[in-house]
């Protein structure tokens, strides 16, 4: 039972450049989250699914996109990426709206 | 706006004590309250959630309470081991949202 994948650990990217990062669960959750972890700051939510199809905003919503086609897929868009974006991104799926279970993280570094 | 505030930021106890950590948030409305452990590098485990119709949770030597009517929650941790240190954090929230507090960083002394 492999939980909740986060694709990829790590990865750099230069100013302007987009990406996706990529959530799988395997627990049949509905509510699926991603959040970003900086020092001092604790940790933050971007977007948020209570189901397939349908997404919400979180806390820090600003410059990330997300989609969640599949029930058990939750994916998050950095259209153009700034340095501000620097951060550790979490994900994490639920049976209800309490965060549960959580994947490794992404290390992401913008230059 | 749900606020929660982890206090001490940082704390260093020697091998064996029994220790309190202290959570504080806002909104006396949450329906639930959640601790977490992180290790290094590592994402979140979580360690106790306790609804808010209950007090308290147990899970061996780990024991949280929790108290809306104050906005308070403790986790306690009985007799600490060296392999407690980690980052401990709780969560409190409503509707479809959690807020989480900065952590406490927890390092048990050999």
């Known amino acids: 039972n492999a939980g909740v994948t986060q694709t990829p650990k790590f990865r750099v990217l230069k100013t302007g450049q987009s990406m996706t990062l990529l959530c799988a669960q395997d627990?049949?959750?509905?509510?699926m989250y991603w959040y970003r972890q900086d020092p001092g700051m604790g940790l933050r939510l971007i977007h948020y699914s209570v189901g397939e199809g349908t997404t919400a905003k979180g806390e820090v919503p600003d410059g990330y996109n997300v989609s969640r086609l599949k029930k058990q897929n939750f994916l998050l868009g950095l259209e153009s990426a700034a340095p501000s974006q620097t951060s550790v991104y979490f994900c994490a799926s639920s049976p209800r709206v309490r965060p549960q279970h959580f994947g490794d993280g992404t290390r992401l570094s913008i230059l | 706006k749900q606020e929660v505030t982890q206090i001490p930021a940082a704390l260093s106890v020697p091998e064996g004590e029994n220790l309190v950590l202290n959570c504080s948030f806002t909104d006396s409305a949450i329906y639930n309250l959640q601790w977490f452990r992180q290790d290094p590098g590592k994402g979140l485990t979580s360690l106790l959630l306790i609804q808010s119709s209950q007090r308290e949770q147990t899970s061996g030597r780990l024991n949280a309470s929790l108290d809306k009517s104050s906005g308070r929650s403790t986790l306690y941790i009985a007799a600490s081991q060296p392999g407690d240190s980690a980052t401990y954090l709780c969560a409190g929230g409503r509707d479809d949202k959690i807020i989480f507090g900065k952590g406490t960083r927890l390092h048990i002394l050999p």
């Open positions: 627990m049949n959750h509905e509510y």
